[in-house]
């Protein structure tokens, strides 16, 4: 499907990898949030640089990019999970005040009751 997405475990979402660009530019990331994400909203913000984020990690074979609102964290936050190969991507997001918790595809992972994963 597309080049090892594993090189970028351990680096930031926004951050270029290994001589590439960073895991949320990647053309097979990018993709795949569109894909199964047709919000535009919603994806424009899970793909944007305006973020905190962790680095990211290797959760049960996916990659876990973990990002949250600057400053707001807590209520506002999200995470794009997606195999090595590019595979089955998923994203998670979490919006407090809006009263939103939900995965796109429905039903991608655990019902987000207290904010998305972050791989920790």
């Known amino acids: 499907m597309t080049d090892d997405l594993s090189r970028y475990v351990g680096a930031y979402p926004t951050e270029a990898a290994a001589g590439g660009p960073s895991f949320l530019r990647h053309p097979a990331v990018r993709s795949g949030v569109a894909e199964v994400v047709k919000d535009v909203v919603v994806r424009d913000l899970v793909l944007g ?3 905190t984020a962790t680095p990211i990690a290797m959760v049960e074979g996916k990659l ?3 990002g949250c609102e600057p ?3 807590g209520p506002h936050n999200w995470a794009v999970t997606v195999k090595p190969d590019g595979s089955a ?3 998670c997001y979490y919006d ?3 009263r939103v918790a939900r995965w796109y595809p429905q ?3 655990p019902a987000p009751v207290n904010g998305c994963p972050s791989g920790d």
Request: aromatic share 6%; with cysteine; proline share 6%.
């Open 64 to 66: 876990v990019a973990f």
């Open 71 to 73: 400053h707001n964290c």
């Open 107 to 109: 039903g991608a992972g």
């Open 96 to 98: 407090q005040d809006r």
């Open 89 to 91: 991507p998923a994203v």
């Open 49 to 51: 640089s305006d973020v």
